[in-house]
């Protein structure tokens, strides 16, 4: 097959046989440990790679001081409804409820299987101003948030609301993913889906300039909990 998909699935295969795998027994994390170190606090790493991601940090001492956080966000972007994992997953009692308290409308996230009712349910999420999501880990080196869906954690919540707000308690900080993978090795397998969000939505693809929000949300906050 000499075509280019040909040629491509060829080089797969030829790089899967020569391919040499890492040694899986090398102490990594020790390694983690000691470049968190030597490049300074873990949250200060991770806030100057969100921030050069045109991300915002915004810092909050505690989950029940989320509530006015988010709310904030939300005038500031004149948003005035918007989608959330449920309380459980956002580890956050009455959150929702909170923001409803405030003014904020809550839209439905659960999206029903018959094509009537899902298709009335998308428009109504896709009116959501703001998505509310936890993060399982948050990636200094990198300013990226990793996330798991699963009950009570719609995946798109922080794909369709042009503001995706995301909860981080400082402890979820780790210095990158290879050291999250060892640290946490089961993680992938807790969810069908895992998506590393890096940055707002961007894309160079017409003209080469650089357009936000064309994929996604053109605004991401981490709220960094502790």
């Given at each position: 097959?000499?075509?280019?998909?040909?040629?491509m699935?060829?080089?797969?295969?030829?790089?899967?046989?020569?391919?040499?795998?890492?040694?899986?027994?090398?102490?990594?994390?020790?390694?983690?440990?000691?470049?968190?170190?030597?490049?300074?606090?873990?949250?200060?790493?991770?806030?100057?790679?969100f921030d050069?991601?045109?991300?915002?940090?915004?810092?909050?001492?505690?989950?029940?001081?989320?509530?006015?956080?988010?709310?904030?966000?939300?005038?500031?972007?004149?948003?005035?409804?918007?989608?959330?994992?449920?309380?459980?997953a956002?580890?956050?009692?009455?959150?929702?409820?909170?923001?409803?308290?405030?003014?904020?409308?809550?839209?439905?996230?659960?999206?029903?299987?018959?094509?009537?009712?899902?298709?009335?349910?998308?428009?109504?999420?896709?009116?959501?101003?703001?998505?509310?999501?936890?993060?399982?880990?948050?990636?200094?080196?990198?300013?990226?948030?990793v996330?798991?869906?699963g009950?009570?954690?719609?995946?798109?919540?922080?794909?369709?609301?042009?503001?995706?707000?995301?909860?981080?308690?400082?402890?979820?900080?780790?210095?990158?993913?290879a050291?999250?993978?060892?640290?946490?090795?089961?993680?992938?397998?807790?969810?069908?889906?895992?998506?590393?969000?890096?940055?707002?939505?961007?894309?160079?693809?017409?003209?080469?300039?650089?357009?936000?929000?064309?994929?996604?949300?053109?605004?991401?906050?981490?709220?960094?909990?502790?």
């Amino acid at each position: 097959m000499n075509t280019a998909r040909g040629r491509m699935l060829s080089a797969i295969r030829t790089g899967l046989v020569r391919a040499v795998l890492p040694d899986a027994q090398r102490a990594r994390p020790q390694l983690a440990r000691r470049r968190a170190s030597a490049d300074g606090a873990i949250d200060v790493r991770f806030c100057a790679a969100f921030d050069a991601l045109k991300g915002t940090v915004v810092r909050v001492p505690t989950l029940e001081a989320t509530v006015p956080a988010v709310a904030d966000i939300a005038v500031r972007h004149g948003a005035a409804s918007f989608l959330a994992w449920d309380d459980e997953a956002l580890g956050c009692h009455g959150f929702a409820a909170g923001l409803a308290s405030l003014g904020l409308r809550r839209i439905p996230a659960d999206l029903p299987a018959a094509p009537p009712a899902r298709l009335d349910t998308l428009r109504m999420m896709g009116s959501a101003g703001l998505g509310v999501t936890g993060a399982d880990a948050a990636l200094a080196d990198t300013g990226s948030l990793v996330l798991l869906a699963g009950p009570g954690r719609g995946r798109l919540v922080s794909a369709l609301p042009p503001v995706h707000v995301a909860l981080v308690p400082i402890d979820r900080l780790t210095p990158d993913l290879a050291g999250l993978i060892e640290a946490r090795p089961g993680l992938l397998d807790e969810s069908s889906n895992a998506v590393v969000i890096t940055g707002p939505s961007r894309t160079a693809d017409i003209e080469m300039t650089l357009t936000h929000g064309v994929h996604g949300p053109k605004h991401v906050y981490a709220l960094l909990i502790g």
